[in-house]
């Protein structure tokens, strides 16, 4: 069984400011995980994923997040926010054993850049 | 080159009418997924193929969902009788091979509104 938890539905930054985006995983079997981020009316978009390789991870956008297996976290970052950086956020976990591959997600966080 | 896409973008429907919603993956993958992404929430697993075999329907929610990749390309997903609650986005991706670690790319998704 597999789960994620994205802790708040909504965060406010600055333009400028870092964002922060926290997800927490829990998976039975060594995870796969992955940030998407959703803009309005359009579907799901790849940023960065995790696949038992490195454990910071860069991707699109200036978009980082380091996994932490101690703390089954896997946070993305960003040192700077730029208002087209205004989007929802879905971080998932897939599994490395056998059987379907089926993304498990959280139920989205919300970022909103303030000028 | 072409992403997933999916039709149709929006679809109203009366409730007891049937439904069917197509996705066209990007050619050459192998795996096929459907979700359901309920307003607020994040996508959740509907079912999945690889080619043409239907490998898992854990998530389909009812027996009144139905969904078929006849020649491991296109799909459609039907919803018989539909209901209120059936009311959602339902997301198409693909991936190119069966390992989890790789990418799902997904559709635009359609949007169904069941009055």
């Known amino acids: 069984a597999q789960s994620v938890t994205q802790l708040g539905s909504h965060v406010s930054v600055s333009e400028g400011a870092l964002v922060l985006l926290r997800c927490n995983y829990s998976?039975?079997?060594?995870?796969?995980l992955f940030w998407y981020v959703q803009y309005p009316n359009q579907g799901l978009q790849l940023l960065l994923k995790?696949?038992?390789?490195?454990?910071l991870v860069k991707g699109i956008n200036g978009f980082e997040a380091e996994f932490k297996k101690s703390e089954t976290s896997f946070h993305l970052t960003k040192p700077s926010a730029h208002m087209s950086d205004a989007a929802e956020y879905f971080c998932?976990?897939?599994?490395?054993?056998?059987?379907?591959?089926?993304?498990?997600f959280g139920k989205g966080t919300k970022l909103s850049v303030i000028p | 080159g072409a992403g997933v896409s999916q039709s149709p973008r929006y679809k109203v429907a009366k409730r007891g009418q049937d439904v069917a919603l197509r996705c066209d993956p990007i050619?050459?993958?192998?795996?096929l997924f459907w979700y359901q992404q309920a307003l607020g929430q994040g996508p959740e697993f509907l079912t999945y193929?690889?080619?043409?075999?239907?490998?898992?329907k854990s998530g389909l929610p009812s027996d009144r969902f139905f969904a078929e990749r006849p020649e491991g390309s296109v799909s459609t997903l039907k919803i018989q009788r539909t209901q209120q609650e059936d009311s959602a986005v339902y997301l198409c991706?693909?991936?190119?091979?069966?390992?989890?670690?790789?990418?799902?790319?997904f559709g635009p998704g359609t949007r169904l509104t069941v009055l």
């Open positions: 991706a693909s991936s190119l091979s069966t390992s989890g670690g790789n990418e799902q790319f």
């Open positions: 998976s039975s079997v060594p995870p796969y």
């Open positions: 995790y696949t038992s390789a490195a454990t």
């Open positions: 998932a976990v897939t599994h490395s054993g056998a059987g379907s591959y089926q993304l498990t």
């Open positions: 050619s050459g993958h192998v795996s």
């Open positions: 193929f690889q080619n043409e075999a239907q490998l898992d």
